[in-house]
């Protein structure tokens, strides 16, 4: 079975802080992806990767980078971190089709709270 | 307009009962997916679709490109199946709706 496994299932950070969020996949996917879910506006991908220091803009990119040094291993960092990106974020792999042409293996996500 | 649109967006079922889960999208496809979404966040794949129709256990999903439309079913419902639905469509990236909730009461 395909695990992806994400450092946190609740975080609770302060404005400003650097916070770092990691995703971790065991079946050697080419693609990573990262989501954000608000309620009403359902999944936004934020970043995605499709090879070892790729990476690739979302429709959601600001506030955000990602860093994959290894091929099993996708990072989502927010800089400073504000209260508008308080939200459940998801981290997916699928192996190497496009963007989405192929079944994507979700995360359990990580609640963030920002105060 | 969204580019998916997933209804109802909220549903209630006695244990049993047959349910269906629309959706309809408004751009070119690849294939459309249909993803179950359980409390505590975790997803998961239930289909990928381009024509016709699959069959998973109680679990039937089926598409019309043409009409652009798709639909889950759920046989012979069961208060396990109570989750998130959520219909995405394929472009050159997956674009989401924002889903249907399913509550099965016993």
């Known amino acids: 079975d395909v695990k992806v496994t994400q450092s946190s299932r609740y975080l609770v950070k302060r404005t400003g802080e650097k916070v770092f969020l990691e995703c971790v996949q065991d079946?050697?996917?080419?693609?990573m992806f990262w989501y954000r879910q608000d309620p009403g506006l359902g999944l936004r991908l934020i970043y995605f990767s499709y090879d070892v220091k790729m990476k690739e803009k979302g429709d959601i990119p600001e506030g955000y980078s990602v860093s994959r040094e290894k091929k099993e291993r996708f990072s989502l960092i927010l800089e400073s971190a504000s209260t508008n990106q308080t939200s459940m974020y998801l981290c997916?792999?699928?192996?190497?089709?496009?963007?989405?042409?192929?079944?994507?293996?979700f995360g359990p996500g990580t609640r963030l709270t920002v105060l | 307009k969204n580019e998916v649109e997933q209804s109802p967006q909220n549903l209630t079922a006695q244990e049993g009962e047959f349910i269906t889960i629309n959706c309809s999208y408004s751009?070119?496809?690849?294939?459309l997916h249909w993803l179950q979404q359980h409390p505590g966040g975790g997803i998961v794949s239930l289909f990928m679709?381009?024509?016709g129709k699959k069959k998973h256990g109680r679990l039937i999903a089926t598409i019309n490109i043409q009409e652009k439309h798709s639909s889950l079913h759920i046989t012979a419902s069961h208060p396990r199946d109570s989750a998130v639905y959520i219909c995405?469509?394929?472009?050159?990236?997956?674009?989401f709706g924002t889903g249907t909730r399913l509550q099965v009461f016993p």
């Open positions: 995405a469509v394929d472009t050159d990236k997956l674009i």
């Open positions: 679709l381009s024509s």
């Open positions: 751009v070119g496809i690849s294939a």
């Open positions: 997916a792999s699928s192996f190497y089709a496009g963007r989405g042409t192929d079944t994507q293996y």
């Open positions: 079946m050697d996917h080419e693609n």
